[in-house]
């Protein structure tokens, strides 16, 4: 069984930076993309970015400019670099890893890191 490790998260002050990175316990054949989505109480998570095995990436309109995804596929780990945080970005995070299987996708997801803003 997969897991996805995250670190990374904490309170940090309106202006700050935090880095989020996510590791598999394992090795993860066939990687579709792997992203970091958020979550607040309530609501329905949502992409923040994603990175596709070509390299392609794409980001929520609210963070572009801002943060940053990249990935090192040799270790199946993903990171995101959060400059400038604001306070509407408090949420809870969670990293995301897509394998192609067959049939279909297989989604892994991590345990989710905390990230706080305070004004």
């Known amino acids: 069984q997969v897991q996805l490790v995250e670190s990374g998260g904490g309170l940090v002050q309106a202006g700050g930076s935090l880095r989020l990175s996510c590791a598999a316990s394992?090795?993860?054949?066939?990687?579709?993309?792997m992203g970091w989505y958020r979550q607040a109480p309530g609501k329905q998570r949502e992409l923040v970015a994603r990175?596709?095995?070509?390299?392609?990436?794409n980001y929520a309109d609210s963070v572009k400019g801002r943060f940053t995804i990249s990935r090192d596929s040799a270790k199946n780990t993903v990171y995101l670099q959060m400059n400038s945080l604001k306070p509407e970005d408090t949420d809870v995070y969670y990293c995301?890893?897509?394998?192609?299987?067959?049939?279909?996708?297989?989604?892994?997801w991590g345990q989710g890191s905390q990230v706080t803003v305070s004004s």
């Open positions: 990175i596709t095995s070509a390299g392609r990436t």
């Open positions: 394992r090795s993860i054949s066939s990687i579709n993309a």
């Open positions: 995301n890893i897509e394998s192609r299987t067959n049939p279909g996708i297989q989604y892994y």
